[in-house]
């Protein structure tokens, strides 16, 4: 298979993957000596290679010479928004790959990626010439990640946030985006003052010294990255737990591929947008010139929605790329914090009265000075204090008055003059408020809630690792990885190991359970990870059999799964473990409460199906997801004692 890639890092560092999980796969790119490339070449002829990865430059120059003696099966092409004009990330070199479908008109082609709304898949489907094809949408939903927005925030007190933040993710992997090169130099120095391990990334550097900075991201040596978003698509970093916008993205597209580069371990992370107006202004004037001006500005309307966005933020995501869910995700800032709404004629009455008072020649925050009656020079340098709506709005403070403008320019009454030094002019909706009784509402200002991290691990990691086991199997992860030059989450990613201190696998058949551990890394760490889990194992078994004790008091008190983890500050998972262990042991524990003879039966069946396997996820996936995964192992738990 040939697999089309545009970065050099990004076929590396998938190439080390495959090969650490056992598969024959190699990259084949302008960064290697000819002596490398022969090998490679030869190794392709002989047929030990099953991925070739290539850049699209590389791919049409080898197809004129050695490719075409090669046995090419499958064409894949990643990153496939490169290849459209309307894809965020376009690359004009893309366009080649069509060239290469004469000669393999008869070849299955698969064009993948993450990041496409309608009108870049179907325009993909045109720029590479292909067939009929079938197209598979899966989710764009990541639960995991918690989606933030602060609006027209200052620099200090941005700075001051962003601080705390980070000081409540001490060595958490994260990477701070930014429009200018010049504001990620900014950003890494005043981190690195700090206190922070920080390092800025931009296109602006020598090649080797950027090389360097993601290979030291990639191999934890320092955790954060101050980066223009040349920065990320090589990264394939499991670990990355926060990002952060220093500034509204172009367009959605590349702001879900970029926050979409946190947590991909389905571990919770966090990510935060910060913007202001004068971001698009900036947006705007760098689109000016284009021949897609007008597309382009409105993708840039389309973020200002979102970060303007009163109601869940996942679900506009998921509407843009059309996916639609009526259901609040509970996991964004609005969601956490829903609006109450007031009545907001009046406000929104004093605020259009001033701008047409003022000839609608003023921005945003001399409006608010106008409202609250503020005492400022330039305010009585054009005598706006003698105006009848000077003061009006002194109830409302400084930061009330954004929260109310910010929803009045979203819900079209004020519409903002981004060619014309941000002035504000009233819209005709605007207009209707103003000289009508049509009612109006505004969401009230509240005040946010403190982050609660630990309430995120709901959906994902619903587990209680031993911390001194998981710094012993990550300390194990790192020599292994330098042992190997590879980078550590190659190796194991993150939500692995915490499985392994949670759960303390005794034997392999318990360690090829855990997510993550397929039978090559099986046989190369298996040995290692299960002595490790023997040595920090508690000493003192009658504390381990206390807490099953505990649990087995609660279930003879009738209490539901969910009753005893609340009771217990457990997992359901974990209680579900301390219920089985509790039946094996020849308690009298009645494990047809929580699942149906019916079910067991039907586990039985694809049990038998998958070569009589005990691994959860073969059942699960056999069962195409009708019997839920604690069914299954409790199904398993009474199929291996009596059958």
């Not at 602006?204 to 990639?218: C, H, K, L, P, T």
Request: net charge neutral; with cysteine; glycine share 4%.
């Amino acid at each position: 298979t040939l697999v089309i890639s545009p970065l050099i890092s990004l076929m590396r560092d998938q190439v080390e993957a495959l090969k650490a999980s056992g598969v024959q796969a190699a990259y084949f790119n302008s960064s290697q000596s000819d002596f490398d490339k022969r090998l490679i070449i030869d190794d392709c002829l002989e047929n030990k290679i099953k991925l070739l990865y290539l850049s699209p430059e590389t791919l049409v120059h080898a197809f004129e010479s050695w490719l075409k003696n090669i046995p090419v099966s499958f064409i894949a092409v990643d990153e496939a928004h490169c290849v459209s004009m309307w894809g965020h990330d376009f690359r004009p070199e893309y366009g080649q790959i069509k060239a290469l479908r004469s000669h393999y008109r008869n070849m299955p082609f698969m064009a993948l990626t993450a990041t496409a709304d309608k009108i870049t898949r179907k325009d993909i489907s045109t720029q590479l010439d292909l067939v009929n094809p079938q197209l598979f949408l899966s989710s764009f939903n990541r639960e995991n990640l918690n989606l933030a927005v602060r609006s027209q925030v200052p620099k200090k007190q941005k700075e001051k946030e962003i601080i705390n933040f980070l000081h409540a993710r001490q060595d958490e992997a994260g990477i701070i985006y930014c429009l200018s090169r010049k504001e990620c130099e900014k950003w890494s120095s005043f981190l690195n003052s700090n206190g922070f391990n920080a390092r800025h990334y931009h296109a602006g550097m020598d090649s080797s010294n950027r090389e360097a900075v993601q290979d030291g991201f990639i191999n934890d040596n320092y955790t954060i990255i101050c980066a223009t978003i040349a920065f990320g698509m090589g990264i394939d970093k499991s670990n990355v737990r926060w990002v952060i916008h220093n500034n509204l993205p172009k367009n959605i597209e590349g702001y879900y591929q970029e926050i979409g580069r946190a947590g991909r371990d389905g571990l919770p992370s966090d990510t935060v947008l910060y913007y202001n107006y004068r971001d698009v202004v900036l947006l705007n004037d760098f689109v000016k010139d284009s021949e897609f001006k007008e597309t382009y500005q409105e993708k840039i309307r389309r973020i200002l929605n979102y970060a303007e966005a009163t109601s869940c933020r996942r679900n506009i995501l998921l509407s843009y790329f059309g996916e639609f869910n009526e259901e609040p995700c509970n996991n964004c800032d609005v969601c956490k914090n829903p609006p109450e709404f007031i009545d907001g004629k009046t406000i929104a009455q004093m605020a259009l009265s001033a701008i047409m008072r003022t000839n609608q020649q003023i921005g945003v925050n001399l409006l608010i000075n106008i409202l609250r009656g503020a005492k400022t020079m330039d305010l009585f340098d054009h005598g706006y204090h003698k105006l009848k709506t000077y003061g009006v709005g002194k109830a409302h403070s400084f930061v009330d008055w954004q929260h109310f403008m910010n929803q009045m320019i979203n819900l079209g009454l004020i519409e903002i003059a981004y060619d014309d030094y941000l002035k504000l002019k009233v819209t005709q909706a605007g207009d209707e408020i103003l000289r009508t009784s049509k009612p109006f509402q505004l969401s009230k200002p509240t005040i946010a809630k403190k982050s609660e991290k630990a309430k995120n691990t709901k959906k994902v990691a619903a587990s209680n690792p031993d911390d001194a086991l998981l710094d012993a199997l990550k300390s194990y992860r790192k020599g292994v990885a330098q042992q190997n030059k590879v980078p550590a989450y190659v190796i194991f990613h993150d939500a692995t190991l915490t499985e392994i201190a949670s759960r303390k696998p005794k034997n392999e058949f318990e360690l090829l359970e855990i997510q993550g551990m397929g039978k090559v890394k099986l046989d190369r760490f298996g040995g290692m990870i299960l002595k490790l889990v023997d040595e920090n194992r508690s000493p003192n078994k009658k504390s381990k059999k206390s807490t099953i004790d505990e649990t087995f008091t609660l279930y003879q008190d009738g209490l539901s799964v969910e009753e005893m983890a609340q009771e217990r500050n457990l997992s359901p998972t974990t209680i579900y473990g301390h219920l089985c262990k509790l039946y094996e042991d020849d308690r009298p524990i009645d494990l047809n409460r929580y699942v149906t003879e019916f079910e067991v039966n039907q586990v039985k069946q694809a049990r038998k199906a998958q070569r009589n396997t005990n691994q959860l996820r073969p059942i699960y996936d056999q069962l195409k997801g009708d019997v839920d995964f604690h069914k299954i192992a409790l199904a398993l738990t009474i199929l291996s004692k009596y059958h």
